[in-house]
């Protein structure tokens, strides 16, 4: 695209995004737009407070697709006019802000292109992240920590609502694990590939010597279920700890006992909640978070059963999956997509879309290679 005229790449991005329209299927959001708009509406909605925020969330989904979309379409419609404009009067600044707009148009659309993937059964649920520090004592929890507070700051700068149900503090510094929610539609869909392991290669600031040290944290991600996901759990399988809630230090969050630990025996999963006053709150949480990750373990167990009949050899895409190097060089690789970039602080500030898009196109690749 770089060697063409600014009305072939124009022309070119025009013809992607009608693929991407054709792909979203407007007539069917507006049509069902208008349907939530009369739900909406109707004062008995929020009889089942539930039901009515799911409602609103999808009215408020579709809206903004379809108005994302719309807006592209009229920038790209005006930008020929805007280079005519600047061509007609020689004019060097409204060249510029021609070549500025189509950057940004052409970056738009790509990010469209990448939505048009996110098609299977969950990617359009809100997410649920789990991350858990692994090898490296110390810094392997200041990791974990690190890595929570990219996620978080992702999701603030895309706008998105969170919740941090637990987390559970190391003695030193950073903490052991920490699950939260994104509250956003595809949100599952977006990070399910920032599933696995995370590296990281630094000089310890725990280390007196100043060596370096390398550290791993897990990152787990799982769709939040819905009323419509049946997930059966005895009871009996169940082993369900209360405890007082901590902070870092081992602070007094709450003075009671509201916290709720619940181990599923079978399988050795644990989900945990401290977040609210209500002992009962707490375990409905983490009731729902158990379910969540159990529908996610059959799932992915599912996927490896047909990867066997298939003979798929890429089942765990967690292995080796992203690197980031503060030192003896600053970069941050991705060990499947080898994206890869020189500003690790960037990064870890939340900037993480660029390795997001690749890994979704690279999933599909993989699947569609089935």
């Not at 694990?177 to 949100?187: D, G, Y």
């Not at 870092?248 to 945990?272: C, F, K, M, Y």
Request: include cysteine.
């Amino acid at each position: 695209m770089a060697d063409l005229d600014p009305a072939e790449k124009i022309k070119e991005l025009s013809s992607t995004l009608a693929s991407v329209e054709s792909v979203l299927d407007l007539d069917a959001k507006n049509t069902e737009i208008e349907q939530l708009r009369e739900q909406s509406a109707d004062p008995e909605l929020w009889n089942d407070a539930d039901n009515a925020q799911k409602v609103t969330r999808r009215l408020a989904n579709l809206e903004s697709v379809v108005t994302k979309v719309g807006n592209i379409r009229r920038r790209l419609d005006d930008l020929g006019v805007l280079y005519e404009l600047a061509a007609a009067e020689d004019d060097a600044d409204t060249l510029a802000e021609a070549d500025g707009e189509l950057e940004a148009l052409r970056k738009e659309v790509g990010e469209l292109e990448v939505r048009t993937l996110l098609n299977g059964p969950y990617d359009e649920r809100e997410a649920l992240v789990t991350i858990n520090a692994q090898a490296g004592g110390v810094d392997a929890a200041d990791w974990a920590q690190m890595l929570q507070r990219m996620y978080l700051r992702w999701a603030e700068r895309h706008g998105y609502p969170t919740d941090v149900y637990d987390t559970s503090y190391a003695e030193e510094a950073g903490i052991k694990s920490t699950t939260f929610a994104v509250k956003a539609p595809f949100a599952y869909g977006t990070l399910r590939g920032e599933h696995g392991t995370h590296r990281l290669v630094r000089i310890s600031p725990f280390d007196n010597q100043s060596r370096r040290q390398t550290s791993f944290a897990g990152v787990d991600v799982v769709p939040v279920i819905e009323q419509s996901d049946h997930i059966e759990i005895d009871e009996s399988e169940l082993r369900i700890d209360v405890y007082r809630s901590s902070g870092p230090g081992g602070q007094g969050v709450n003075t009671t006992d509201s916290a709720v630990r619940i181990t599923h025996l079978p399988t050795g999963i644990v989900t945990s909640c401290q977040n609210e006053r209500s002992q009962l709150q707490n375990r409905a949480t983490a009731m729902s978070m158990l379910q969540a990750k159990l529908l996610e373990r059959k799932r992915r167990e599912e996927q490896s059963t047909i990867d066997e009949l298939r003979g798929d050899s890429v089942s765990s895409w967690g292995t080796q999956m992203r690197n980031y190097v503060l030192h003896p060089y600053q970069s941050v690789k991705d060990a499947r997509t080898n994206v890869e970039s020189g500003n690790p602080t960037a990064v870890l500030d939340g900037q993480i879309d660029e390795f997001i898009d690749a890994e979704i196109r690279w999933m599909r690749s993989q699947e569609n290679e089935g």
